[in-house]
């Protein structure tokens, strides 16, 4: 890591730096925290979905179908899941109105 200069590389620089402040200057595993639900909203499940843009939720519609996809848009009105489970090719539009629960799996 030393050059035939004499100089020290950037590499090395960094690593010893790291070492000699000895975790101080830890940075937080855990980014900001999620936003708070008002579960008395009429919204609730609306705010839920958009929480889980991106991740796959497992949606229980009033009429006991289960829908397991991955939530890439949520509106007013509807969701838009995609890459359904059992049904890999094909998308589904669900009207907000038609969820009864939205079933997220925790995090590590």
Same mark, same amino acid.
């Given at each position: 890591? !030393? ?9 090395? %620089? !960094? ?12 940075? =937080? ?5 999620? =936003? ?5 909203? =009429?919204? !609730? ?9 991106? @991740?796959?939720? @497992? %949606? @229980?519609?009033? /009429? ?6 991955? %939530?890439?848009? %949520? ?9 359904? /489970? ?12 038609? !969820? ?7 995090? @590590?």
């Amino acid at each position: 890591m !030393v050059h035939r200069n004499g100089r020290i590389g950037l590499g090395l %620089v !960094v690593l010893l730096w790291c070492a000699l402040a000895g975790g101080t200057l830890a940075v =937080p595993l855990t980014g900001a925290e999620e =936003p708070t639900i008002e579960f008395n909203s =009429p919204d !609730v499940l609306r705010q839920i979905l958009e929480q889980q843009v991106g @991740k796959r939720v @497992k %949606v @229980k519609l009033l /009429s006991g179908q289960d829908l397991d996809g991955k %939530v890439a848009k %949520v509106g007013t009105q509807a969701v838009a899941l995609t890459e359904l /489970s059992g049904m890999e090719f094909f998308d589904a539009t669900v009207r907000l109105d038609q !969820v009864a629960a939205v079933i997220v799996r925790r995090g @590590k």
